[in-house]
């Protein structure tokens, strides 16, 4: 049975209050679409570097896990996400800054 999917808006409204709660500075950096849109999380690590994570079909789990899509310098990550808001303007943007790279993107709850 696929999985239900809530409006993007709802799911950032709550991200962002469960990144609040464990005290990780965040920001929207682009607003996309409320119901369907995409949702880039770019997580700097306050070293220059950066990590990308999107979500994309795995055809073998039938499920849309949370992958590194660009990592490195967080000015070459910067420009992924232009090349991809290129693409989709509904996309939203959450930037995360952790030196540690935590993300909560793995907890339950957040699939």
């Known amino acids: 049975m696929p999985e239900a ?7 950032v409204s709550a991200y962002l209050a469960r990144l609040g709660l464990a005290n990780i500075p965040t920001y929207v950096t ?3 679409d409320e119901t369907a849109g995409a949702v880039l999380v770019k ?3 306050m070293d220059g570097t950066a990590a990308l994570y999107g979500r994309e079909w795995d055809f073998d789990t039938d499920s849309r896990p949370w992958q590194v ?15 991809q808001r290129g693409f989709d303007p509904d996309l939203w943007v ?18």
Not at 96 to 110: F, H, K, M, P
């Open 43 to 45: 997580c700097a690590l």
């Open 5 to 11: 999917r809530l409006a993007t808006g709802i799911w």
């Open 94 to 111: 959450i930037e995360i800054e952790s030196r540690d790279g935590r993300t909560l993107l793995d907890e339950a709850g957040l699939a």
């Open 30 to 32: 682009a607003r996309g």
């Open 69 to 83: 899509i660009a990592q490195g310098p967080e000015r070459e990550v910067d420009q992924a996400i232009a090349r």
